[in-house]
């Protein structure tokens, strides 16, 4: 091994760590996701240039772990030299390089990485391929400050291709840009709904009540799951109504769209009493209850099992209620990757049809 280019390659990422040190008790976590990001860039760079062999880079990197650890303990072994290196090509895209350590492209590369994501954060977010779909997880994990937990959980649930499958192809496009955007009331729906958290078997019978308990046990989860802004009000709310009693399941708020959102319970196939139920609810809170700057009111019904025809064909066009089915276990993600690429390719073959057309 050539011991100038390993000198000059360890002093370098060296003087990378002593400054970054400066800048732990500002801004800890930018300021060490800067650094492994600087510290991949420095091996790329030096990989590219000395264009090694397989086996002479594996010589380099164990080389230089041994010798960072000597200086700065644990934490910088050839494992984590690899991460490194990996997490700078995945992210050196959309991100400003600094190959100098002068104190505004250095200030800007910190600010590029938001405050609130620890390098566990990212370590989850280098496991997805698809640019579009890690870009919308930084994005809502940044937003909503979730924990590493939470996010592992969204990842594993697919939250990107459940919302995706519940928008059209624009508002795709905008889930990679935006993050999760709530302006209607559409925008809060998922296909499907994951309740794997409450703890069900999904092969044992259970109730709708026994459903709900579990719901309420895990309100912080379920509001999760939910999405943005929602507020929890009360279950199983009565209204009287010409001398008779109503029970909604579940009422929330949804402080972003400013509107009652009421949720019902269903563990068997939907029927169009079921929706004409939730209608008849929806109306009362919107004449009795909502104020009037608020927004119309929004009825989800939760289902096992639904059939889109018939809650097409009962439902008004315009009715502000929506059906969406649960599940109690993960989905299976390649599954909806696969639904949601057919979706796409289906909407832009329609697409060309009518631009064709047009011609």
């Not at 909604?248 to 972003?256: A, K, M």
């Not at 209620?321 to 289906?346: G, N, R, V």
Request: charged share 30%.
């Amino acid at each position: 091994m050539n011991q100038i280019e390993s000198n000059t390659l360890y002093e370098r990422i060296s003087s990378i760590i002593d400054e970054s040190r400066k800048y732990v008790a500002k801004t800890v976590n930018a300021t060490v996701i800067c650094t492994y990001y600087e510290i991949g860039k420095f091996i790329v760079e030096d990989e590219q240039c000395g264009n090694y062999r397989a086996e002479y880079g594996k010589a380099l990197l164990k080389n230089l772990a041994e010798r960072l650890t000597l200086k700065y303990g644990k934490g910088w072994g050839v494992e984590n030299l690899k991460k490194f290196r990996l997490f700078y090509k995945i992210y050196n895209s959309h991100l400003i390089g600094s190959s100098e350590l002068v104190d505004n492209k250095r200030e800007t590369l910190i600010n590029s990485f938001p405050s609130n994501l620890a390098w566990s954060h990212y370590l989850i977010l280098m496991r997805i391929d698809n640019p579009d779909e890690r870009k919308f997880y930084e994005i809502e994990c940044a937003k909503q400050n979730w924990s590493v937990r939470q996010l592992q959980r969204q990842v594993a649930s697919s939250l990107y291709e459940r919302l995706a499958l519940s928008r059209n192809k624009n508002e795709v496009m905008r889930l990679a840009n935006e993050g999760q955007t709530i302006e209607k009331p559409s925008d809060i729906i998922k296909s499907p709904i994951t309740l794997e958290f409450l703890g069900l078997k999904p092969e044992a019978a259970y109730s709708e009540s026994k459903l709900e308990s579990a719901i309420i046990e895990k309100m912080k989860d379920f509001l999760l799951e939910l999405g943005k802004g929602f507020l929890f009000e009360a279950r199983q709310k009565r209204f009287t109504f010409d001398e008779q009693n109503f029970y909604v399941d579940l009422v929330l708020y949804n402080r972003l769209l400013q509107c009652y959102v009421l949720i019902d319970l269903k563990t068997a196939k939907l029927t169009h009493q079921d929706l004409g139920q939730m209608q008849m609810y929806v109306n009362y809170y919107d004449r009795y209850v909502k104020q009037d700057f608020e927004k119309p009111t929004v009825g989800i019904l939760l289902c096992k099992d639904k059939s889109d025809r018939m809650v097409e064909l009962t439902l008004p066009q315009d009715a502000n209620i929506y059906a969406s089915q649960y599940t109690l276990y993960l989905p299976d993600k390649q599954t909806l990757q696969a639904k949601l690429k057919q979706w796409i390719d289906e909407f832009e073959a329609m697409e060309n049809i009518i631009d064709s057309d047009e011609m």
